[in-house]
């Protein structure tokens, strides 16, 4: 089959897009699309108007942020929201306050690392209440599923927020297990980006503060953190954010530790690295 001259520049074309969306996507290194098309979402399309007033509305850890930091948070915003599907149960409404909040609080406890967009977690699924669990046979307010689902009770979503001193806030806590596990998920090619030093000095002060608490010599996490070290890094996210002074004054070592590991400081809103 031949071209005539003029159309070989629109088959060239042709080819390299099916190249890039079929082909490409096995012999990319893992994840280059995805991530790719992530960051020109984030730069390409900015956050909307609506976005930003929910924000400066409903979100207190973004409007104490630095125009500049406002900027790299609504980019992530938008780069989280990618690849997320909403599903909502239990006749709650999913809006663009529920998609922009959950979102939002992903980018709260990532903003100190590398861009990560829990890409492994592609569903968000919202009950409006604490829901039963047919696997332990309790009521949960929300957990994750290391098949790639974040599960949250909107109430106590919206109660981590509008009590926000209370060390308790079960969207931070969510979040920092998908974090975990999307650190050590290789597929998509979102892995390792917290640093292994880190980590590992986080988990020495972990076990030196879990041995505090059993002995009674300290309350500053509760006793749920007791429960496995990931229970722990989650519980302790919620009180680095919540009360980062009481964390600092009573639990130096761990306040450190989790800063380093994070790369920011919620006591004084900085950043080891902007990117
Ligand atoms: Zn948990």
Same mark, same amino acid.
């Given at each position: 089959?031949? *071209? ?21 996507? *096995?012999? $990319? ?5 995805? !991530?790719?098309?992530?960051? #020109? /979402? ?5 956050? !909307?108007?609506? +976005?930003? +007033? ?9 409007? /104490? ?23 909502? !149960? ?16 992903? &980018? ?9 967009? $829990? ?13 039963? %669990?047919? &696997?332990?046979?309790?009521?949960? /307010? ?9 599960? #949250? ?8 927020? #509008? ?38 000095? *986080? $988990? ?9 608490? +059993? ?17 722990? *890094?989650?519980?302790? &996210? ?25 790369? +920011?400081?919620?006591?004084?809103? /900085?950043?080891? %690295?902007?990117?």
């Amino acid at each position: 089959m031949e *071209f005539p001259a003029q159309q070989i520049p629109v088959v060239l074309l042709i080819l390299l897009v099916v190249f890039v969306a079929g082909i490409g996507r *096995f012999l $990319l290194p893992a994840g280059f699309i995805d !991530r790719t098309m992530g960051v #020109l /979402q984030g730069y390409l399309f900015p956050m !909307r108007h609506y +976005q930003r +007033q929910i924000l400066e509305k409903s979100f207190a850890y973004y409007r /104490q942020l630095d125009v500049a930091d406002k900027r790299r948070f609504e980019r992530r915003v938008v780069e989280f929201l990618a690849n997320k599907e909403f599903i909502p !149960r239990g006749g709650l409404p999913v809006t663009k306050e529920t998609k922009t909040l959950v979102a939002a609080c992903a &980018v709260q406890l990532t903003l100190g690392l590398p861009p990560v967009r $829990l890409r492994h977690f592609r569903k968000i699924i919202l009950y409006p209440d604490a829901y039963f %669990s047919t &696997v332990n046979r309790e009521y949960h /307010q929300g957990e994750v599923n290391a098949a790639g689902a974040i599960v #949250l009770s909107w109430k106590h979503f919206m109660d981590g927020y #509008l009590v926000p001193n209370d060390s308790r806030n079960v969207g931070l806590h969510e979040m920092a297990h998908a974090l975990l596990i999307e650190n050590r998920t290789r597929y998509d090619g979102e892995y390792d980006f917290l640093d292994g030093n880190s980590l590992n000095h *986080f $988990l020495k002060c972990a076990e030196a503060e879990h041995g505090r608490m +059993q002995r009674g010599e300290v309350g500053l996490l509760r006793k749920y953190a007791q429960t496995s070290p990931v229970e722990f *890094f989650s519980v302790a &996210v919620e009180v680095f954010f919540e009360n980062p002074e009481t964390m600092a004054a009573q639990a130096p070592a761990l306040y450190n530790a989790l800063k380093d590991l994070l790369k +920011q400081d919620p006591l004084r809103l /900085q950043f080891s %690295s902007r990117t």
